[in-house]
């Protein structure tokens, strides 16, 4: 059982790594670095397909056709409804493939985020599972779209104030991850040990491999596109995932399932991209 003071510490840890991480995102992108991602008109309509419905449909099949807690379940949709993962940009980087169009995607997920995952969760949750979706909604827009505005608004009117204050709050992101990091496999490794056996790690798999295959067949025809669109649909949004698993939920097995599939979908697509830069560089 993790303590209040635990709980504390990682409600605010998650905080600031989800604002700092945003504003960073904010501050980072250019304008013509979305218009090129918007562009794309059918790529996007592809990759909002993929990121808002075919994932989060997949996890709902996943939870009704393997026997698992209700908070497990819960769990498991939470991540799948959240798209627009901050690692994207990242990955790309890690693949060398298009890493404008990583950005682009990343911004146009994380906004329309704001409606689709109330939505999604009120549609898709365990019948047992209750939850106000105008809350997360407001949770959503608050901690993800405001600083994620403000950023670009820095950058598009003061780009010298942008170059100066990305580095540290870039830093903040980085460290806040780490020391969050930290602390939530501390507090909650036998928790996610536990989970072997219980279904969940077996959905989040099966979540992670489906989003991979799905990102990669739908992201072409040219491979930088559709290695940015496999490994940014897999990877997730793990930031606001964790922020509505401690602020939303009351019970601490959303985060810890959370946490699990997060952990299994970065990792999968970090290796990958490192895979595919491999072949790159051996070809």
Same mark, same amino acid.
Request: hydrophobic share 55%.
């Given at each position: 059982?993790?303590?209040?003071?635990?709980?504390?510490?990682?409600?605010?840890?998650?905080?600031?790594?989800?604002?700092?991480?945003?504003?960073? $995102?904010?501050?980072?992108? %250019?304008?013509?670095?979305?218009?090129?991602?918007?562009?794309?008109?059918?790529?996007?309509?592809?990759?909002? #397909?993929?990121?808002?419905?075919?994932?989060?449909?997949?996890?709902?099949?996943?939870?009704?056709?393997?026997?698992?807690?209700?908070?497990?379940?819960?769990?498991?949709?939470? #991540?799948?409804?959240?798209?627009?993962?901050?690692?994207?940009?990242?990955?790309?980087?890690? =693949?060398?493939?298009?890493?404008?169009?990583? %950005?682009? *995607?990343?911004? $146009?997920? /994380?906004?329309?985020?704001?409606?689709?995952?109330?939505?999604? @969760?009120?549609?898709?949750?365990?019948? =047992?599972?209750?939850?106000?979706?105008?809350?997360?909604?407001?949770?959503?827009?608050? $901690?993800?779209?405001?600083?994620?505005?403000?950023?670009?608004?820095?950058? =598009?009117?003061?780009?010298?104030? /942008?170059?100066? @204050?990305?580095?540290?709050?870039?830093?903040?992101?980085?460290?806040?991850?780490?020391?969050?990091?930290?602390?939530?496999?501390?507090?909650?490794?036998?928790?996610?040990?536990?989970?072997?056996?219980?279904? +969940?790690?077996? /959905? =989040? %798999? !099966?979540?992670?491999?489906?989003?991979? @295959?799905?990102?990669? +067949?739908?992201?072409?025809?040219?491979? %930088?596109?559709?290695? $940015?669109? +496999?490994?940014?649909?897999? /990877?997730?949004?793990? +930031? !606001?995932?964790?922020?509505?698993?401690?602020?939303?939920?009351?019970?601490?097995?959303? *985060?810890?399932?959370?946490?699990?599939?997060?952990?299994?979908?970065?990792?999968?697509?970090? #290796?990958?991209?490192?895979?595919?830069?491999?072949?790159?560089?051996?070809?």
């Amino acid at each position: 059982m993790v303590g209040d003071t635990v709980n504390t510490v990682v409600n605010l840890g998650t905080t600031v790594f989800v604002l700092s991480t945003m504003l960073a $995102v904010g501050l980072d992108l %250019s304008i013509g670095q979305l218009r090129e991602a918007i562009g794309r008109h059918r790529l996007m309509t592809k990759s909002l #397909l993929v990121n808002l419905v075919v994932v989060p449909i997949l996890a709902y099949l996943l939870i009704r056709t393997i026997p698992m807690a209700p908070s497990y379940a819960a769990g498991i949709v939470l #991540l799948a409804v959240a798209p627009g993962a901050p690692f994207g940009p990242k990955l790309a980087e890690i =693949s060398d493939s298009h890493l404008a169009f990583a %950005s682009g *995607l990343m911004t $146009v997920l /994380a906004v329309v985020s704001v409606v689709t995952m109330p939505v999604s @969760l009120a549609l898709l949750l365990p019948g =047992s599972v209750t939850l106000d979706p105008f809350a997360i909604g407001r949770l959503v827009f608050g $901690v993800q779209l405001v600083p994620l505005l403000a950023g670009l608004a820095v950058t =598009s009117l003061a780009t010298p104030v /942008a170059d100066a @204050l990305y580095p540290p709050v870039q830093r903040l992101s980085d460290y806040s991850f780490g020391l969050l990091l930290v602390i939530l496999l501390v507090a909650y490794i036998d928790d996610m040990v536990a989970l072997v056996g219980t279904g +969940a790690l077996a /959905a =989040s %798999s !099966i979540a992670v491999a489906g989003s991979l @295959l799905v990102g990669y +067949a739908l992201g072409g025809p040219p491979r %930088s596109t559709r290695e $940015v669109l +496999a490994t940014t649909t897999a /990877a997730r949004n793990a +930031a !606001i995932a964790l922020f509505v698993a401690t602020t939303g939920f009351s019970d601490s097995d959303v *985060l810890t399932v959370v946490l699990a599939f997060s952990f299994l979908g970065v990792v999968s697509s970090a #290796l990958i991209a490192a895979m595919w830069r491999r072949r790159i560089i051996g070809g």
